[in-house]
């Protein structure tokens, strides 16, 4: 039986998770997870409007109970938003919510008056889905140089761009890695299990804060430990999360999120949008990942980024895959993603320095690509054994290997800070202080190209980034 990587990604989250119940949306296909029995709302007379139309809908249908309907959470929050429990959240299979669409049908008629969404599922945000990165990360040599390479850029503390990573924490010796000497941040909570092993994701953090010290060296790095369940946050609670990173530090110059998730929608996240307009009102540049289901539905927050009145402070990065001339099998594309850039195969920090860690593989490769490119992509190489991947049937022995520092890793999360560095890059390189104008300039004065989907599109490549050559009978797809 195939390996089905978003299932399997599904019940790792809902593990790390286990007081909220989740499901998979929408009610007819699995693209995004969300949780069961609860709808969001903005604060106030909004929600109070949003509880009274669900519960006098769910009056006049059977098999729906009005007496569920009520607030699950306080107001007053930053965020503007409340949590409205509309069905009991132990309920149902994990296969979609029925309830919860009733009560997103129920204000249709309504939002279609008032020309905006006033309801939402409480979508699960997580590390650039498929709801996973691209890939799981394979151990590298030491010996082996970080790619893109370390520019050769001398680090001043005056003139230091200010970049934060909101992510995964960074891991317990991130300063064995000389390029990280200048970042700080949030420990990531738990590293291994309770037999030593690595758990799942942990490392992104560090190692997208690697990337960025390579392309930037000139940067004062700061990692936000706000994805620390197995890379994932209820919408609800990352617009709040995302104040608090931005308060501790201040704003920063440029602020790396290799998070989203997509919702069938076109209009963004009702969970972070309060972020977003406050965002909008900063000099910080957020730039984003696309995400990983190959797809071209927008996958937020990155597909702000062509949003009116957006459209200079969010940028959205898709990735390339290792030979740079396409995309990645993996990466979300669209009109909605505003440039690419190298995002397979590339190598920065983990952890295990000095002391190996062993890291036991969760989720088995593909016999082909699983969105049916025919070059030799991260889907199928190098290939593996996972633990989750047997379902129905006697499991193989799943692989295990040992990080001893390097990886190499894959996925529209590592293309992100690629792009964050080069942003920062030009910052300094031009004595730029606005970092909004630096990505415009960085677009403006881009000459590469690369072929996504049949189409050309901008592809930002670090002088320091080591291309791999793709066998070009192998075709872009």
């Known amino acids: 039986m195939a390996p089905q990587r978003f299932r399997e990604q599904f019940d790792q989250i809902q593990r790390s998770m286990p007081d909220v119940p989740l499901a998979m949306g929408p009610d007819d296909s699995a693209e995004f997870f969300y949780e069961k029995g609860v709808v969001l709302a903005r604060d106030g007379e909004e929600a109070r409007l949003v509880e009274d139309t669900v519960r006098d809908h769910f009056t006049t249908m059977a098999g729906l109970t009005p007496d569920h309907v009520r607030r699950a959470s306080p107001e007053s929050n930053r965020t503007g938003i409340t949590r409205i429990q509309v069905a009991d ?81 960074l891991m317990h010796d991130y300063r064995s890695y000389p390029l990280l000497a200048h970042t700080g941040g949030d420990a990531q909570i738990r590293e291994c299990d309770d037999d030593g092993v690595l758990c799942q994701y942990v490392g992104h953090g560090t190692f997208i804060a690697g990337l960025v010290a390579a392309v930037a060296p000139n940067t004062d790095v700061t990692v936000s430990n706000t994805l620390n369940d197995a890379g994932a946050i209820l919408e609800s609670e990352l617009g709040e999360k995302l104040f608090e990173a931005v308060d501790r530090g201040g704003w920063p110059e440029v602020l790396s999120l290799s998070a989203g998730t997509s919702n069938g929608r076109t209009d963004g996240l009702l969970g972070v949008h309060a972020f977003m307009e406050e965002l909008r009102d900063q000099r910080t540049l957020l730039v984003a990942a696309a995400g990983n289901n ?20 969010v940028l959205s990065i898709g990735a390339l895959r290792s030979d740079g001339e396409f995309g990645a099998c993996f990466s979300n594309h669209g009109g909605w993603v505003r440039a690419y850039a190298p995002g397979e195969r590339l190598t920065s920090a ?18 082909d690509c699983r969105f049916g490119f025919t070059y030799p992509c991260t889907c199928q190489y190098p290939p593996h054994n996972g633990v989750l991947s047997e379902p129905g049937e006697a499991p193989a022995k799943p692989d295990q290997v040992m990080f001893e520092g390097h990886a190499q890793w894959s996925g529209t999360s590592f293309a992100t800070p690629v792009v964050a560095g080069l942003v920062a890059s030009r910052m300094t390189a031009h ?19 690369a072929e996504v989907r049949g189409a050309h599109v901008p592809a930002l490549l670090p002088p320091t980034w080591r291309p791999v050559p793709v066998d070009p009978s192998e075709g872009g797809s």
């Open 89 to 169: 959240p132990g309920e149902g299979a994990r296969d979609g919510d029925p309830t919860v669409a009733h009560a997103l049908r129920s204000l249709r008629t309504m939002e279609g008056r008032a020309g905006r969404r006033l309801i939402s599922r409480n979508h699960v945000v997580s590390i650039a889905v498929n709801a996973c990165p691209g890939d799981e990360p394979v151990p590298v040599p030491l010996s082996e140089p970080p790619n893109p390479a370390a520019d050769g850029t001398p680090y001043d503390a005056e003139t230091a761009v200010g970049v934060l990573v909101v992510d995964t924490g």
């Open 294 to 313: 190959a797809s071209a539905t927008p996958f937020w927050p990155a597909a702000y980024a062509t949003l009116p009145g957006w459209e200079d402070s």
């Open 350 to 367: 983990l952890t295990g320095f000095g002391t190996p860690v062993p890291y036991v593989y969760q989720h088995s490769t593909y016999d």
């Open 431 to 449: 004595k730029e202080t606005d970092p909004r104008a630096a990505g415009r300039q960085l677009l403006a004065a881009n000459t590469e190209y």
